[in-house]
């Protein structure tokens, strides 16, 4: 080969390998702006995780929604308390990613989470059903605490106690404790008394807060439903979405046992408290389990969820003749009639009390005194419902021994 061309071949080998060279790079280009355009398609942990978790559908709760969107979930809580007008809304986003949309005042919460600190006890049970007990870290009110996986984390200390251990709304927050926790998300409730609710200044202090509403629904599967709640900040949807199926399934069978009795007996439920009778509305799940269960709510004639103050006059012009009286929140703890005399005379102008037809529901106990009703009881309204079967309608479940339920004893006689 002659020197000149020699040099024209070298010439035009060197121009092909750089037209290679600029093609793969520019197929590098193409790809990383691909990747950046389509990149939450593909990649893993962003939006089709939210299709991977599964998907739950609320049939019951009432106070919550919950959408799915390709790259995040919608959560939204409404009435949270009784008169509340405002919705609290929850986008619920993949862990390192971020939603095409924000929308607008929502609490950006990346799921699932890791940690999560509990102001109201009632939600304890869902994090074992959907065996993510190690998320809690912390629990206002522990001595309260009676589901047992958690009772043992109290004990070893994996599980904090984050107020000042007091009993109902007087808790004291540890917030001190709180930043050292520095949970994702802390879960609780509202009564809309700024004196009492904590949330806003806990989002003020900078934690996200979520709020639960659950003892505003309207039917127990309702209140049970809001596992799946809990289970989206978890990215437990279709685990909760299983577990419920078969609840429902199990609650709905003792329901229509009832449809055999004969007669529909009357109940009346609570009792005075300094002056005041918080009588559960007609619209609230206690109610309706009531009825679910056959029996006839004398105080029911408001349709409203939660509870209402009353005068003992106006129960007793109502509800003197009922054939039962259950006790829930106040008059939980007793254990005989004569207790209940000695807190009020008046007491015994009800028949119910004077034929021995009361009933507690603090049959059961956490180590150190709460009443398991509040926790599990929540969370398994099929057994409750068939305790209130066996109450109202004892021959339709005449081998069914009381689980939550607990008979007062009668009056000691001389």
Request: proline share 6%; hydrophobic share 40%; with cysteine.
């Amino acid at each position: 080969m002659t020197p000149g061309r020699g040099r024209f071949w070298a010439r035009w080998a060197g121009l092909a390998l750089l037209g290679l060279v600029l093609a793969w790079g520019f197929l590098r280009v193409a790809g990383a702006v691909s990747n950046v355009l389509h990149g939450f398609r593909e990649k893993p942990g962003s939006a089709s995780s939210i299709r991977q978790t599964g998907r739950a559908t609320i049939r019951h709760a009432k106070r919550f929604t919950l959408e799915y969107r390709d790259d995040c979930k919608i959560i939204r809580v409404n009435q949270p308390w009784r008169g509340a007008k405002e919705t609290f809304l929850y986008q619920l986003v993949p862990r390192g990613s971020h939603p095409q949309t924000v929308e607008p005042g929502a609490l950006l919460v990346e799921t699932p989470i890791r940690s999560i600190v509990l102001l109201t006890t009632s939600s304890l049970p869902s994090f074992v059903t959907l065996g993510r007990v190690e998320v809690v870290q912390g629990v206002a009110g522990t001595a309260h605490v009676t589901t047992p996986a958690f009772t043992d984390r109290i004990r070893s200390g994996q599980v904090q106690e984050v107020s000042n251990g007091a009993s109902g709304m007087n808790k004291v927050l540890d917030y001190d404790r709180l930043f050292t926790l520095n949970p994702d998300l802390i879960l609780t409730s509202g009564t809309g008394d700024a004196s009492l609710d904590r949330h806003q200044k806990l989002g003020e202090a900078g934690f996200r807060v979520a709020l639960c509403a659950d003892y505003m629904e309207n039917e127990p599967l309702g209140r049970a439903e809001w596992i799946k709640f809990v289970a989206a900040f978890l990215d437990r949807d279709a685990e909760a979405e299983a577990h419920f199926e078969k609840l429902e399934a199990r609650y709905m069978a003792q329901k229509t046992l009832t449809q055999q009795a004969f007669r529909r007996p009357t109940v009346l439920c609570e009792m005075d408290y300094r002056g005041s009778w918080y009588a559960p509305g007609g619209g609230s799940y206690l109610a309706a389990f009531f009825r679910d269960a056959g029996a006839t709510y004398l105080l029911g004639d408001d349709p409203n969820p939660g509870s209402r103050p009353l005068k003992i006059e106006m129960v007793l012009d109502r509800a003197r003749d009922a054939d039962f009286w259950m006790l829930h929140m106040t008059g939980s703890s007793l254990h005989t009639l004569q207790e209940m005399k000695d807190t009020d005379p008046r007491y015994t102008l009800f028949k119910a009390f004077r034929e021995g037809k009361v009933f507690t529901t603090g049959a059961r106990r956490g180590p150190r005194g709460g009443s398991d009703y509040w926790e599990n009881g929540t969370a398994n309204p099929d057994l409750v419902l068939a305790d209130l079967i066996a109450i109202f309608h004892p021959e339709l479940l005449p081998n069914h021994a009381l689980y939550w339920h607990a008979w007062l004893k009668p009056l000691a006689h001389p």
